[in-house]
């Protein structure tokens, strides 16, 4: 069984930090291009991150350069999104979602480009950050 699994999440005041992690388990992980995605109520939801399978190139929106870090430890099959300076307008849910895709990178441009992106193979079920101003 496919599971992607969002830990981390919390309260926490504006200009704090928070790590989330995306446990994932029931495919080949090397093989899979990671994103990570949030959204807001009423908004759509955003690509903020991607990490790519062929080469481990990191991709980030604009909208969390250089606040937001992804990284990942293959031999846990987790991918971690640290998030530094957080921002009010960072409250949302965020979600994990893992694709084979045959681009890899092309994918993960995608994801940090494409509002409302939802074509990735799997997804988690989420993780509330609450970012209190």
């Known amino acids: 069984e496919v599971q992607l699994v969002e830990s981390g999440g919390g309260l926490v005041q504006a200009g704090g930090s928070l790590r989330l992690s995306c446990a994932a388990s029931?495919?080949?992980?090397?093989?899979?291009?990671i994103g990570w995605f949030r959204q807001a109520p009423g908004k759509e939801r955003e690509g903020v991150g991607c990490?790519?399978?062929?080469?481990?190139?990191?991709y980030y929106a604009d909208s969390v350069k250089g606040r937001f870090t992804i990284y990942s430890d293959n031999a846990k099959n987790t991918v971690y999104l640290q998030m530094n300076s957080l921002k009010f307008e960072d409250t949302a849910v965020y979600y994990c979602?893992?694709?084979?895709?045959?681009?890899?990178?092309?994918?993960?441009?995608?994801?940090?480009?494409?509002?409302?992106?939802?074509?990735?193979?799997?997804w988690g079920k989420g993780t509330q950050v609450t970012v209190s101003s």
């Open positions: 979602a893992a694709d084979g895709a045959w681009l890899p990178t092309m994918k993960c441009m995608v994801v940090v480009t494409t509002p409302n992106y939802y074509g990735m193979e799997y």
């Open positions: 029931g495919f080949t992980f090397d093989d899979h291009t």
């Open positions: 990490i790519s399978s062929s080469d481990g190139s990191i």
